[in-house]
């Protein structure tokens, strides 16, 4: 008699956990955006700022949904593994990209470097759960 596999295990939680994540970080993104500080602030910020971050919003977005339904096998394997490379190399990307944008921001005070080393280990922990999260082809 063969087992019929789980879907309850670790990887599930964690790609439904990251994924709620992702789309919840997204939607927040897209909110604060919209809001009248994030209209306020955008009249000041370069445009280029603007673009990137509502990109970005909308891929955190596709990718938190991707990986909520990832676990319940609703998309084939080759998809799957498109999305995430997709998923990861944007991830990559906006890891460094924030990393770089925002480390002038220091100016010699220590509750900003904090913020700053938690951010950019957050989103290194957000990487290696993606990492772990890689479809195996069959």
Same mark, same amino acid.
Not at 48 to 53: D, K, P, Q, R, W
Not at 79 to 100: H, S
Not at 118 to 130: F, M, P
């Given at each position: 008699?063969?087992?019929?596999?789980?879907?309850?295990?670790?990887?599930? @939680? &964690? +790609?439904? #956990?990251?994924?709620?994540?992702? $789309?919840?970080?997204?939607?927040?993104?897209l909110i604060d955006q919209n809001s009248l500080a994030g209209q306020?602030?955008?009249?000041?910020?370069?445009?280029?700022?603007?673009?990137?971050?509502?990109?970005?919003?909308?891929?955190?977005?596709?990718s938190g949904v991707v990986l909520l339904v990832g676990p319940f096998? @609703? &998309? +084939?394997? #080759?998809?799957?593994?498109?999305? $995430?490379?997709?998923?990861?190399?944007?991830?990559?990307?906006?890891?460094?990209?924030?990393?770089?944008?925002?480390?002038?921001?220091?100016?010699?005070?220590?509750?900003?470097?904090?913020?700053?080393?938690?951010?950019?280990?957050?989103n290194i922990a957000v990487l290696a759960a993606l990492w772990t999260?890689?479809?195996?082809?069959?």
């Amino acid at each position: 008699m063969s087992k019929k596999p789980s879907i309850l295990t670790s990887a599930t @939680l &964690l +790609s439904l #956990a990251v994924g709620l994540f992702l $789309f919840l970080s997204g939607i927040q993104n897209l909110i604060d955006q919209n809001s009248l500080a994030g209209q306020v602030f955008g009249a000041f910020a370069d445009k280029s700022t603007g673009v990137i971050n509502l990109v970005a919003a909308i891929l955190k977005i596709v990718s938190g949904v991707v990986l909520l339904v990832g676990p319940f096998e @609703l &998309l +084939s394997m #080759a998809i799957r593994k498109l999305a $995430f490379w997709v998923i990861v190399g944007f991830w990559t990307v906006l890891t460094v990209w924030l990393a770089a944008t925002t480390v002038g921001a220091f100016k010699g005070d220590a509750k900003a470097i904090l913020q700053w080393l938690e951010s950019l280990s957050l989103n290194i922990a957000v990487l290696a759960a993606l990492w772990t999260l890689k479809p195996e082809g069959k």
